[in-house]
């Protein structure tokens, strides 16, 4: 039975150990407290000690432990909140430290008659700015309630069914799944809907280095088409005409006009090849169409 009123917490977690259950753990004090935790893992295998706590927990109802065998953060996402049993669901990071008001904020903002909560996320040395003319773009870390066209998953919640009749998370955003989030909330914009962003629904990032997305190295520093591909597929995806064409080209050029590579020339031609076998790939996600979720309202029971 979905209960409409209350939030079920969605947290992917992809090979993090400690600051996974740390991140459990603050969760589980929180006050009011989620109607349920669900932990999304896309762990082969946990360190001995994680996986006991971790069904410590679920053995206990204090989490929900759903195992996925292939690391997808945008299927993780769609999992957790097809099996959700709240009506209203909050995605978090598994690397963070909430704000004890955290629920409560969320809670307020929904019963304000908003669909979409953005809330605060902070990283590591960063404090809470208000937002003024001067600011040339809208930072996560603002103190200001205010619309804003984007979302961070890691800190938002949004109605069960809203998020079902827009198709979930489109599943083509694979491995890092850069601008998945852009995606997203175009398609929110879009579809008519406001995403409100409520600063007193506070986290705070610590941005662990390994693990999560950052498990396939970093941008700067990569062969690998993994941080590339979501970029062209959003570019592809979200642009038409001459636009897509002009992003499409300055793409790569962007990519190596960074400090690291006037610094590290002999990265240019590792860049460019990553940047070359992302665009591939994401073409060919891009011919085969989105892959959004069928629209099925079924709860585990």
């Not at 082969?44 to 292939?70: G, M, V, Y």
């Not at 669909?115 to 809470?128: D, F, H, R, Y």
Request: glycine share 6%; charged share 20%; aromatic share 8%.
């Amino acid at each position: 039975m979905l209960n409409r009123e209350s939030i079920s917490i969605v947290i992917p977690t992809y090979r993090r150990e400690n600051v996974l259950l740390d991140t459990i753990d603050f969760l589980l004090q929180l006050e009011p407290a989620p109607f349920e935790i669900l932990v999304v893992d896309q762990t082969n295998n946990h360190e001995a000690i994680t996986s006991s706590i971790l069904e410590e927990h679920d053995s206990h109802k204090r989490i929900r432990w759903i195992r996925l065998s292939c690391p997808s953060i945008t299927r993780a996402m769609n999992v957790g909140m097809q099996r959700a049993r709240a009506g209203i669901v909050l995605f978090l990071d598994d690397d963070i430290v909430p704000h004890p008001n955290l629920i409560a904020a969320h809670v307020s903002a929904h019963k304000s008659g908003h669909n979409i909560i953005a809330g605060q996320v902070l990283q590591p040395g960063e404090e809470p700015v208000p937002t003024s003319a001067e600011l040339r773009a809208f930072s996560f870390a603002s103190s200001s309630q205010q619309f804003v066209s984007e979302l961070m998953a890691g800190n938002f919640s949004i109605k069960r069914e809203l998020a079902l009749d827009l198709g979930g998370f489109d599943e083509n955003f694979v491995q890092v799944a850069y601008r998945f989030e852009s995606e997203f909330a175009q398609r929110v914009l879009s579809s008519g809907e406001r995403i409100f962003f409520e600063p007193k629904a506070s986290i705070r990032h610590l941005k662990v280095s390994s693990g999560g997305t950052r498990a396939y190295g970093h941008h700067l520093t990569t062969i690998r088409p993994s941080h590339a591909v979501g970029a062209y597929y959003f570019l592809l995806r979200s642009c038409n005409g001459s636009s897509r064409c002009v992003n499409l080209l300055r793409r790569p050029f962007r990519a190596v006009r960074t400090k690291h590579h006037a610094t590290h020339p002999w990265w240019i031609p590792a860049t460019l090849a990553a940047e070359a076998m992302g665009f591939a790939w994401a073409l060919f996600l891009y011919l085969q169409g989105p892959r959004l979720m069928t629209n099925s309202r079924t709860t585990d029971e």
